[in-house]
Protein backbone atom coordinates (compact mmCIF):
# COMPACT_ATOMS: atom_id res chain seq x y z
CA UNK A 1 0.00 0.00 0.00
CA UNK A 2 1.15 3.35 -0.78
CA UNK A 3 1.74 6.13 2.45
CA UNK A 4 3.83 8.06 3.80
CA UNK A 5 5.91 7.65 7.04
CA UNK A 6 3.39 9.51 9.57
CA UNK A 7 6.02 11.36 12.32
CA UNK A 8 4.26 12.94 15.56
CA UNK A 9 3.09 16.62 14.94
CA UNK A 10 0.93 18.88 13.13
CA UNK A 11 0.97 18.33 9.31
CA UNK A 12 3.59 19.58 6.93
CA UNK A 13 0.98 21.71 5.12
CA UNK A 14 -2.67 22.15 6.29
CA UNK A 15 -5.08 24.22 4.14
CA UNK A 16 -8.41 25.11 5.74
CA UNK A 17 -11.33 27.53 3.92
CA UNK A 18 -8.67 29.41 1.60
CA UNK A 19 -10.06 31.59 -0.91
CA UNK A 20 -8.61 33.97 -3.20
CA UNK A 21 -10.21 37.18 -4.69
CA UNK A 22 -7.88 39.08 -7.38
CA UNK A 23 -9.05 42.71 -8.56
CA UNK A 24 -12.41 43.57 -10.15
CA UNK A 25 -13.56 40.40 -7.94
CA UNK A 26 -12.13 38.07 -9.98
CA UNK A 27 -12.37 34.58 -7.74
CA UNK A 28 -9.49 32.02 -8.08
CA UNK A 29 -10.05 29.96 -5.15
CA UNK A 30 -13.59 28.82 -2.63
CA UNK A 31 -12.86 27.03 0.55
CA UNK A 32 -9.91 24.55 -0.73
CA UNK A 33 -9.40 22.69 2.63
CA UNK A 34 -6.78 19.78 2.45
CA UNK A 35 -3.68 18.42 4.67
CA UNK A 36 -0.30 17.02 2.99
CA UNK A 37 1.27 14.98 5.64
CA UNK A 38 5.22 14.69 6.97
CA UNK A 39 6.81 12.83 3.84
CA UNK A 40 3.92 12.79 1.85
CA UNK A 41 3.59 12.96 -1.88
CA UNK A 42 0.72 14.60 -2.77
CA UNK A 43 0.01 16.38 -6.96
CA UNK A 44 -2.97 18.63 -7.51
CA UNK A 45 -5.00 18.03 -10.83
CA UNK A 46 -7.54 20.51 -12.29
CA UNK A 47 -8.09 22.05 -15.28
CA UNK A 48 -6.34 25.57 -16.53
CA UNK A 49 -7.17 28.63 -14.57
CA UNK A 50 -8.50 26.46 -11.90
CA UNK A 51 -6.07 28.02 -9.14
CA UNK A 52 -3.87 25.57 -9.08
CA UNK A 53 -1.00 27.82 -9.46
CA UNK A 54 -2.29 30.45 -7.12
CA UNK A 55 -2.79 27.89 -4.29
CA UNK A 56 0.80 26.84 -4.44
CA UNK A 57 1.77 30.92 -4.27
CA UNK A 58 -0.09 30.93 -0.84
CA UNK A 59 1.11 27.84 0.48
CA UNK A 60 4.99 29.09 -0.03
CA UNK A 61 3.76 32.81 1.33
CA UNK A 62 4.53 34.35 -1.96
CA UNK A 63 1.03 36.41 -2.58
CA UNK A 64 -1.52 36.40 0.48
CA UNK A 65 -4.88 34.76 0.91
CA UNK A 66 -8.34 36.57 1.49
CA UNK A 67 -9.03 36.94 4.74
CA UNK A 68 -11.10 34.17 5.65
CA UNK A 69 -9.53 30.27 5.78
CA UNK A 70 -5.95 29.53 6.91
CA UNK A 71 -2.55 27.88 5.85
CA UNK A 72 -0.27 26.50 8.06
CA UNK A 73 3.24 24.85 7.23
CA UNK A 74 4.21 22.71 10.90
CA UNK A 75 1.84 24.14 12.93
CA UNK A 76 3.10 27.95 12.33
CA UNK A 77 1.14 30.23 10.16
CA UNK A 78 1.98 31.20 6.88
CA UNK A 79 2.65 35.24 6.26
CA UNK A 80 5.62 35.02 4.17
CA UNK A 81 8.29 32.45 2.18
CA UNK A 82 9.12 30.28 5.18
CA UNK A 83 13.24 28.71 4.95
CA UNK A 84 12.01 25.01 5.19
CA UNK A 85 9.59 25.52 1.91
CA UNK A 86 11.35 25.25 -0.95
CA UNK A 87 9.38 26.40 -4.68
CA UNK A 88 10.43 25.32 -8.09
CA UNK A 89 8.49 26.83 -10.95
CA UNK A 90 8.35 25.89 -14.78
CA UNK A 91 10.68 27.98 -15.62
CA UNK A 92 14.04 27.55 -14.23
CA UNK A 93 15.50 31.05 -12.55
CA UNK A 94 19.94 30.45 -12.92
CA UNK A 95 22.08 32.85 -13.86
CA UNK A 96 22.91 33.21 -17.23
CA UNK A 97 26.50 34.50 -16.08
CA UNK A 98 27.33 32.13 -13.52
CA UNK A 99 28.24 28.33 -13.93
CA UNK A 100 26.14 25.50 -13.11
CA UNK A 101 28.03 25.08 -9.54
CA UNK A 102 27.79 29.02 -9.17
CA UNK A 103 24.38 28.74 -9.54
CA UNK A 104 23.66 25.94 -7.47
CA UNK A 105 25.95 27.31 -4.86
CA UNK A 106 24.47 30.68 -5.02
CA UNK A 107 21.50 30.78 -2.22
CA UNK A 108 23.08 28.19 0.16
CA UNK A 109 26.25 30.83 0.43
CA UNK A 110 23.66 34.34 0.50
CA UNK A 111 21.74 31.89 3.72
CA UNK A 112 24.94 31.79 5.35
CA UNK A 113 25.94 28.13 4.78
CA UNK A 114 29.32 27.42 5.78
CA UNK A 115 31.32 27.11 3.27
CA UNK A 116 32.88 23.16 4.02
CA UNK A 117 28.60 22.70 4.64
CA UNK A 118 28.35 24.23 0.61
CA UNK A 119 31.07 21.88 -0.76
CA UNK A 120 29.89 19.14 0.84
CA UNK A 121 26.06 19.61 -0.64
CA UNK A 122 27.07 20.59 -3.87
CA UNK A 123 29.49 17.52 -4.64
CA UNK A 124 26.29 15.16 -3.19
CA UNK A 125 23.97 17.02 -5.85
CA UNK A 126 26.17 17.19 -8.74
CA UNK A 127 26.10 13.46 -8.63
CA UNK A 128 23.02 12.68 -7.67
CA UNK A 129 21.92 14.52 -10.42
CA UNK A 130 23.91 13.56 -12.83
CA UNK A 131 25.46 17.36 -13.46
CA UNK A 132 28.89 16.70 -12.32
CA UNK A 133 30.54 16.49 -15.62
CA UNK A 134 28.50 20.01 -16.64
CA UNK A 135 29.61 21.80 -13.25
CA UNK A 136 31.42 24.43 -15.27
CA UNK A 137 29.15 25.43 -18.48
CA UNK A 138 27.18 27.85 -18.18
CA UNK A 139 23.25 27.48 -18.26
CA UNK A 140 23.03 28.45 -22.23
CA UNK A 141 24.97 25.19 -22.45
CA UNK A 142 23.02 22.83 -21.24
CA UNK A 143 19.60 21.01 -22.53
CA UNK A 144 16.25 22.08 -21.16
CA UNK A 145 16.93 18.41 -18.93
CA UNK A 146 19.41 19.60 -17.28
CA UNK A 147 18.39 22.89 -16.13
CA UNK A 148 15.24 22.07 -14.48
CA UNK A 149 17.67 19.09 -12.79
CA UNK A 150 19.57 22.54 -11.82
CA UNK A 151 16.52 24.06 -10.90
CA UNK A 152 16.09 21.13 -8.19
CA UNK A 153 19.65 21.34 -6.99
CA UNK A 154 19.05 24.94 -6.51
CA UNK A 155 16.63 23.71 -3.91
CA UNK A 156 17.74 20.96 -2.38
CA UNK A 157 21.22 22.97 -1.64
CA UNK A 158 18.81 24.61 0.77
CA UNK A 159 17.58 21.14 2.19
CA UNK A 160 13.74 22.01 2.81
CA UNK A 161 11.33 20.14 4.42
CA UNK A 162 8.29 20.88 2.22
CA UNK A 163 8.77 20.96 -1.60
CA UNK A 164 6.16 22.93 -3.80
CA UNK A 165 6.52 21.99 -7.33
CA UNK A 166 4.32 23.87 -9.92
CA UNK A 167 4.23 22.00 -13.20
CA UNK A 168 8.41 22.21 -12.89
CA UNK A 169 8.57 19.51 -16.30
CA UNK A 170 5.64 21.76 -17.99
CA UNK A 171 7.62 23.16 -20.52
CA UNK A 172 9.62 19.71 -21.44
CA UNK A 173 9.50 17.23 -24.23
CA UNK A 174 7.93 14.07 -23.09
CA UNK A 175 10.97 12.10 -22.99
CA UNK A 176 12.54 14.36 -21.17
CA UNK A 177 9.70 15.16 -18.71
CA UNK A 178 9.54 10.84 -18.21
CA UNK A 179 13.56 10.95 -17.00
CA UNK A 180 12.73 13.73 -14.63
CA UNK A 181 9.67 11.92 -13.44
CA UNK A 182 11.98 9.22 -12.54
CA UNK A 183 14.46 11.50 -11.17
CA UNK A 184 12.52 13.18 -8.86
CA UNK A 185 10.52 10.10 -7.55
CA UNK A 186 14.38 8.78 -6.76
CA UNK A 187 14.97 11.92 -5.02
CA UNK A 188 11.93 11.84 -3.01
CA UNK A 189 12.49 7.97 -1.90
CA UNK A 190 16.11 9.27 -0.96
CA UNK A 191 15.10 12.41 1.10
CA UNK A 192 11.46 11.78 1.96
CA UNK A 193 10.93 15.79 1.45
CA UNK A 194 7.22 16.60 2.27
CA UNK A 195 5.74 17.29 -1.50
CA UNK A 196 2.86 19.07 -3.47
CA UNK A 197 3.29 19.20 -6.97
CA UNK A 198 0.93 20.87 -9.55
CA UNK A 199 0.40 19.19 -12.50
CA UNK A 200 -1.30 18.67 -15.71
CA UNK A 201 -0.71 14.71 -16.03
CA UNK A 202 -2.82 12.32 -14.80
CA UNK A 203 -0.29 9.10 -15.02
CA UNK A 204 2.55 11.66 -13.78
CA UNK A 205 0.38 12.30 -10.44
CA UNK A 206 -0.38 8.69 -10.76
CA UNK A 207 3.28 7.30 -10.42
CA UNK A 208 4.79 9.91 -8.32
CA UNK A 209 2.09 10.43 -5.69
CA UNK A 210 0.44 9.04 -2.11
CA UNK A 211 -2.57 10.94 -2.98
CA UNK A 212 -4.26 12.99 -5.97
CA UNK A 213 -5.95 16.16 -5.41
CA UNK A 214 -8.65 17.00 -7.85
CA UNK A 215 -9.98 20.97 -8.10
CA UNK A 216 -12.95 22.31 -10.21
CA UNK A 217 -12.97 24.55 -12.23
CA UNK A 218 -12.56 28.23 -11.11
CA UNK A 219 -13.20 29.19 -8.66
CA UNK A 220 -11.20 26.33 -7.57
CA UNK A 221 -11.89 24.08 -4.64
CA UNK A 222 -11.15 20.57 -4.13
CA UNK A 223 -13.71 18.21 -5.50
CA UNK A 224 -11.92 14.65 -5.17
CA UNK A 225 -8.88 13.29 -2.89
CA UNK A 226 -7.96 9.87 -4.41
CA UNK A 227 -5.25 7.62 -2.68
CA UNK A 228 -2.42 5.92 -4.82
CA UNK A 229 -2.41 2.31 -3.31
CA UNK A 230 0.50 1.66 -5.48
CA UNK A 231 3.26 -0.11 -3.59
CA UNK A 232 6.66 2.56 -2.80
CA UNK A 233 9.93 1.57 -3.69
CA UNK A 234 8.01 2.24 -7.24
CA UNK A 235 9.60 1.20 -10.40
CA UNK A 236 8.28 2.82 -13.54
CA UNK A 237 8.16 0.27 -15.63
CA UNK A 238 6.71 -2.19 -12.92
CA UNK A 239 4.66 0.42 -11.57
CA UNK A 240 2.86 1.28 -14.88
CA UNK A 241 1.92 -2.40 -15.42
CA UNK A 242 0.16 -2.63 -12.26
CA UNK A 243 -3.53 -3.23 -12.49
CA UNK A 244 -3.63 -0.30 -9.34
CA UNK A 245 -2.46 2.15 -12.13
CA UNK A 246 -4.76 1.89 -14.33
CA UNK A 247 -7.98 1.77 -11.69
CA UNK A 248 -6.23 4.91 -10.95
CA UNK A 249 -5.32 6.60 -14.16
CA UNK A 250 -9.24 5.76 -15.93
CA UNK A 251 -10.73 6.98 -12.51
CA UNK A 252 -9.22 10.44 -12.76
CA UNK A 253 -9.50 10.30 -15.76
CA UNK A 254 -13.38 10.55 -15.44
CA UNK A 255 -13.34 12.81 -12.63
CA UNK A 256 -11.33 15.49 -15.37
CA UNK A 257 -13.94 14.58 -17.58
CA UNK A 258 -11.29 13.17 -20.46
CA UNK A 259 -12.35 9.46 -19.71
Known amino acids: MAGALVEPGPPAISVRGVAKTFDRGMRALEAV ?4 GREEFVSVLGPSGCGKSTLLRIIGGLIPADTEGSVRVFGQP ?7 VGIVFQTHNL ?7 ANLRLAA ?3 GVA ?4 DARCERLLEVLRLAPFRGRHPHQLSGGMRQRAAFGQILMLQP ?3 LLDEPFGALDALTRDQLNVELMRLWQDQRQSVLLITHSIAEAVLLSDRVLVM ?12 IDCPRPRDPQATRALPEFSRCEIELSKMMGVG
Request: proline share 12%.
Open 115 to 118: VAEI
Open 109 to 111: EIR
Open 95 to 101: LPWLTLE
Open 78 to 84: VTRPRPE
Open 33 to 36: SFDV
Open 216 to 227: SDRPGRVVADLP
Open 161 to 163: EVL
